[in-house]
């Protein structure tokens, strides 16, 4: 069992950086592959980044590549999310997510999920 805890989300403006943090619990939390997704108002949720067990692989969706990075300390049980030059489109509610296997973009994979943070992206 693992339980996730999302934080860091906020008001930012558009250019602007905010860092979003996971805190996990559960002793197996390095052999899970790791995700961020988001959900805007009348959209369904998607994918974000994703980060392997043992952070060596990694992806991005095309929309924010260059502006996002995901990273994980195993040792603090924590996953990041470092999103930098923030757009309007960005605003949602960010949720992490972890999965029992390798990494990847399918939500549908994912075993557990946190209960988000909201991040608000103004113009």
């Known amino acids: 069992q693992v339980q996730l805890v999302e934080s860091g989300g906020g008001l930012v403006q558009a250019g602007g950086s905010v860092r979003l943090s996971c805190a996990a619990s559960g002793r197996t939390f390095s052999l899970y592959a790791m995700g961020w997704f988001r959900q805007a108002p009348g959209k369904e949720r998607e994918s974000v980044a994703g980060?392997?067990?043992?952070?060596?692989?990694?992806y991005y969706a095309e929309s924010v590549k260059g502006r996002f990075t995901i990273s994980r300390d195993n040792a603090k049980i924590a996953v990041y999310l470092q999103m930098n030059s923030l757009k309007p489109e960005d605003t949602a509610i960010y949720y992490c997510?972890?999965?029992?296997?390798?990494?990847?973009?399918?939500?549908?994979?994912?075993?557990?999920w946190g209960q988000g943070t909201q991040v608000t992206v103004s113009s």
């Open positions: 980060i392997s067990w043992s952070g060596g692989s990694t």
């Open positions: 997510a972890a999965n029992f296997g390798p990494v990847v973009a399918d939500p549908h994979r994912y075993d557990y």
